[in-house]
């Protein structure tokens, strides 16, 4: 009996520690390469593992930043360089593929920053309603190329605010701040010059008229997070084809009305998400919504997507 209160005894501190050991991803530290590994998730929603990998930073400037041994970088890293805005982190020297954050490390990787003339002062923000980081809330600046930096005041700027770029003339293109989760209502309206942009991957709201009317808008990277297309936001555009990723939920009315050279719709989502009232009216005869082979029954029976069922095709 002595023995087997003895032996209980000795058995509580393992115990205790194995209980620690489970606590650690408590911690919350993204660059340590101890703990759980974050994880990345595949088309169908399915968690896969990741490990941590060595990221290099290439500052292209006197700056530097040491190397990190991470599975995945939380926020984007800030180096300062004279008056010059730091426009984002590049996969390549060449500035062909930026990076959005968080982002998931799946290998061993150098990251290249790019640097651009700007004037932090064009832009005015306010916080957030979480209190996490800032609003853009107007632009005073008349450049044809603009930069919006990614962060202000140490915090990072995920709002692009109401009508900021609306009825500008002069805007022909636009580098959004990196870790972006909405672009407000009419931000872009009217901006008849906007030509293309890469909205990036964090954005799951583009609100009501954001790029309406954009007469010249031809080209739109969509976000991989995207949840939902307000009521008019592509309306009147000059847009050929878009891809909506498998996150996206909703397609609100006029969403893509009056553009005139849309043909190619991309659904990857294998749920039929819901679709607005004449979200597609106007655009070209030759449109086909085109889904993965598995949805193509979903799409043409759905209450949203019946109406059109002859347009919809396996990509």
């Keep these: 009996m002595e023995m087997n209160k ?7 501190p393992l115990l205790f ?9 408590d911690s919350g530290s993204d660059t340590s390469s101890g703990g759980s590994s974050p994880s990345s998730t595949d088309t169908s929603g399915t968690e896969i593992p990741n490990d941590p990998h060595w990221v290099h930073f290439d500052t292209h400037c006197a700056a530097a930043l ?10 984007m890293p800030i180096v300062e ?31 290249h920053a790019k640097w651009t003339d700007g004037n932090v002062a064009d832009f005015t923000y306010s916080t957030n309603l979480s209190n996490t980081g800032y609003i853009v809330t107007s632009y005073g600046g008349n450049s044809t190329n603009v930069v919006i ?3 202000y005041n140490s915090r990072p700027v995920l709002e692009l605010g109401e009508y900021i770029f609306s009825e500008n003339g002069s805007i022909a293109s636009v580098t959004l701040p990196s870790m972006l989760t909405k672009i407000g209502m009419g931000a872009f309206k009217d901006a ?3 030509s293309s942009i890469v909205i990036p991957s964090n954005v799951t709201l583009i609100d009501t008229d954001a790029f309406a009317d954009c007469l010249a808008l031809q080209t739109v990277a969509m976000p991989s997070k995207l949840e939902v297309v307000g009521n008019n936001a592509f309306e009147g555009t000059a847009i050929a084809a878009i891809t ?14 009056d553009c005139a050279n849309l043909r190619d719709v991309y659904l990857d989502n294998l749920t039929p998400p819901i679709r607005g009232a004449s979200s597609f009216e106007n655009t070209n005869n030759l449109l086909r919504y085109k889904v ?9 029976t759905s209450a949203y997507w019946s109406s059109y069922a002859s347009q919809i095709i396996v990509r």
């Excluded at 996150?247 to 009305?257: L, T, W």
């Design 81 to 111: 360089n004279g008056t010059l805005i730091l426009e984002g982190w590049f996969l390549e020297a060449t500035y062909a593929n930026i990076v959005s954050f968080p982002y998931i490390v799946t290998a061993d990787v150098t990251l």
């Design 292 to 300: 993965y082979e598995s949805a193509l029954d979903a799409y043409k």
């Design 149 to 151: 930096p990614s962060y």
């Design 6 to 12: 003895l032996s209980k005894l000795l058995l509580l």
């Design 17 to 25: 520690a194995l209980v620690a050991c489970g606590n650690d991803d």
């Design 66 to 75: 040491e190397a990190v041994f991470t599975a995945k970088i939380s926020t």
């Design 244 to 257: 909506l990723n498998n996150h996206v939920a909703e397609i609100n009315s006029r969403a893509f009305a």
């Design 192 to 194: 008849i010059q906007l």
